[in-house]
């Protein structure tokens, strides 16, 4: 075990992480893998657990907390008649086959791999969020047929792959045709649990060499606990803010924010 000099700060460090996390979730809908996934990173590394599989733990980790936050803010948003389900089930069979697909997939790369993923998908969210336009539409209605089959397993291997919820993806497919961003807000955080949960269960399996204390599979349930208990009680903070205030600034600032973390991850995955 770590030593306590070590761990309490950690402990510290990832309680306002999960509620900085929580609140993200509700209010922007980008999930708070986008937090949580590199702070783990840090974090396990700090401990000592570096190894090829640690963002293998990092994604599952993340996912796993995602599964609460998720359900959280989607009973809140619920309660707010702001969740479109017609969305939410034409698109739900595909997006948790790409999440199945997702973790296959994951399960096999090595975590260098999945560090130049993460940062190179994290750059591209980064300048959406900072830069795009609420204005932007690609079409009228979310659309059926062929970019539906494509398009729901994309959004949830790709998310798997990040360890992250739907938000990142699904809110700027639902806005680019004509959702409103508080419903696309609302819908997305469906998205996260129905990504989350069967990602969870095949990472459940997954085989790990070096693992930090109190991990089943990938899936590290000391850093699970200590974000979930953050989480909990920020994520409706932040999906009641989505319905009073205009979270573009914030959006712009988080994209920036994203981009620096991304580039990071990446740096790290060039230099070592």
């Given at each position: 075990?770590?030593?306590?000099?070590?761990?309490?700060?950690?402990?510290?460090?990832?309680?306002?992480?999960?509620?900085?996390?929580?609140?993200?979730?509700?209010?922007?809908?980008?999930?708070?893998?986008?937090?949580?996934?590199?702070?783990?990173?840090y974090a396990f590394s700090a401990l000592g657990y570096d190894s090829p599989q640690l963002m293998q733990i990092c994604l599952a980790t993340s996912l796993a907390?995602?599964?609460?936050?998720?359900?959280?803010?989607?009973?809140?948003?619920?309660?707010?008649g702001a969740v479109e389900w017609d969305i939410l089930r034409g698109w739900g069979v595909g997006i948790v086959i790409g999440a199945i697909i997702g973790v296959?997939?994951?399960?096999?790369?090595?975590?260098?791999?999945?560090?130049?993923?993460?940062?190179?998908?994290?750059?591209?969210?980064?300048?959406?969020?900072?830069?795009?336009?609420?204005?932007?539409?690609?079409?009228?209605?979310?659309?059926?047929?062929?970019?539906?089959?494509?398009?729901?397993?994309?959004?949830?291997?790709?998310?798997?792959?990040?360890?992250?919820?739907?938000?990142?993806?699904?809110?700027?497919?639902?806005?680019?045709?004509?959702?409103?961003?508080?419903?696309?807000?609302?819908?997305?955080?469906?998205?996260?649990?129905?990504?989350?949960?069967?990602?969870?269960?095949?990472?459940?399996?997954?085989?790990?060499?070096?693992?930090?204390?109190?991990?089943?599979?990938?899936?590290n349930f000391g850093a699970f606990a200590v974000v979930v208990c953050m989480t909990l009680i920020t994520a409706p903070w932040g999906a009641a803010l989505a319905?009073?205030?205009?979270?573009?600034?914030?959006?712009?600032?988080?994209?920036?924010?994203?981009?620096?973390?991304?580039?990071?991850?990446?740096?790290?995955?060039?230099?070592?």
């Amino acid at each position: 075990m770590p030593e306590m000099s070590v761990l309490l700060p950690l402990i510290g460090l990832l309680m306002v992480i999960g509620a900085f996390a929580g609140v993200l979730a509700g209010l922007l809908g980008v999930g708070g893998g986008i937090v949580l996934v590199p702070a783990f990173f840090y974090a396990f590394s700090a401990l000592g657990y570096d190894s090829p599989q640690l963002m293998q733990i990092c994604l599952a980790t993340s996912l796993a907390t995602i599964i609460v936050t998720s359900l959280r803010s989607l009973n809140s948003h619920s309660k707010k008649g702001a969740v479109e389900w017609d969305i939410l089930r034409g698109w739900g069979v595909g997006i948790v086959i790409g999440a199945i697909i997702g973790v296959m997939v994951a399960t096999q790369l090595r975590s260098v791999v999945l560090q130049a993923l993460f940062g190179g998908l994290g750059i591209c969210i980064g300048i959406y969020m900072a830069f795009g336009k609420s204005e932007w539409r690609l079409g009228d209605e979310m659309p059926r047929g062929l970019f539906r089959i494509i398009g729901s397993p994309a959004i949830g291997f790709l998310s798997v792959l990040m360890g992250i919820g739907g938000g990142s993806f699904g809110v700027p497919t639902m806005t680019l045709f004509g959702v409103p961003i508080h419903r696309a807000v609302a819908t997305a955080s469906g998205y996260g649990v129905i990504i989350a949960l069967p990602a969870v269960i095949g990472f459940l399996f997954a085989d790990i060499d070096v693992a930090p204390p109190l991990t089943v599979g990938a899936v590290n349930f000391g850093a699970f606990a200590v974000v979930v208990c953050m989480t909990l009680i920020t994520a409706p903070w932040g999906a009641a803010l989505a319905h009073k205030m205009d979270p573009k600034p914030l959006k712009r600032v988080f994209g920036i924010f994203l981009i620096l973390v991304a580039l990071n991850m990446l740096r790290k995955v060039l230099i070592g």
